[in-house]
């Protein structure tokens, strides 16, 4: 079946620091990928996607490009606030019945002023 | 702009007792899901309803019901809870016509439930 890998945190950072969190998927077919962030006692938003490869989704200074020769949807900012501490989720999208989501085990990121 | 609406938002069960989680998306949606999250799992899918009249078994679809009430709201029954199903329950709604699986879904802001 469908699975996402992406990196365990916490990563911890210090602000206007670059961040990069690595997601690596397996699917058959070809799947739409996504990141979403969630905040404290708050549900996912979304962040970016991506459709097809080479895709390159942006979104608030963040930016991940689907990479299907390594199937790989990293997620990077150039410069981290504190407002982006956050848990960050890899996810991809089966396009098949009901659509559904398949999610990685989350990723904590803190940015220190 | 409400989107989707979970409620409640903390309950306390013991073992054995039976609960609904309910769930109302006022966007004109036609897919729900119903998702659990545990440290370090991500979101797993329990339920969901690709339209109003169906459901279909996600992951971990044992020790809950669901009911697809119409196609506004989506509710999760707990039948006789247990402490492993100790959570953070998400309902989320998306709209799934031509090219579905290319549009995001919308998430509620959770249910945490603790059994004991």
């Known amino acids: 079946g469908d699975s996402v890998t992406q990196m365990e945190g916490p990563v911890t950072l210090s602000e206007e620091a670059f961040l990069t969190i690595n997601c690596t998927y397996t699917?058959?077919?070809?799947?739409?990928l996504f990141w979403y962030v969630q905040y404290p006692g708050e549900g996912l938003q979304l962040l970016l996607k991506?459709?097809?490869?080479?895709d390159k989704g942006s979104n608030k200074g963040f930016e991940a490009t689907y990479r299907k020769e390594t199937t790989s949807f990293h997620l990077e900012k150039g410069s981290v606030q504190v407002s982006d501490s956050a848990v960050y989720f890899c996810?991809?999208?089966?396009?098949?019945?009901?659509?559904?989501?398949?999610f990685g085990g989350g990723t904590r990121v803190l940015v220190k002023p | 702009n409400a989107g989707v609406t979970q409620t409640p938002k903390f309950q306390v069960l013991k073992t054995g007792q039976s609960m609904t989680l309910q769930c109302a998306q006022d966007?004109?949606?036609?897919?729900m899901y119903w998702y659990r999250q545990d440290p370090g799992m991500g979101l797993r899918l329990i339920y969901y309803?690709?339209?109003?009249?169906?459901?279909d078994k996600g992951e971990v679809p044992n020790g809950y019901n669901v009911s697809r009430l119409n196609k506004r709201e989506f509710s999760l029954r707990l039948e006789s809870a247990a402490p492993s199903q100790t959570s953070v329950y998400f309902c989320?709604?998306?709209?799934?016509?031509?090219?579905?699986?290319?549009?995001?879904?919308?998430f509620g802001d959770g249910t945490r439930l603790s059994i004991l």
């Open positions: 996810a991809l999208s089966d396009q098949g019945a009901g659509n559904k989501l398949t």
């Open positions: 989320a709604s998306m709209h799934a016509g031509q090219g579905g699986g290319n549009q995001p879904q919308h």
């Open positions: 966007m004109n949606h036609n897919s």
């Open positions: 309803s690709a339209s109003e009249g169906t459901t």
């Open positions: 699917a058959t077919g070809y799947p739409s």
């Open positions: 991506a459709t097809k490869a080479d």
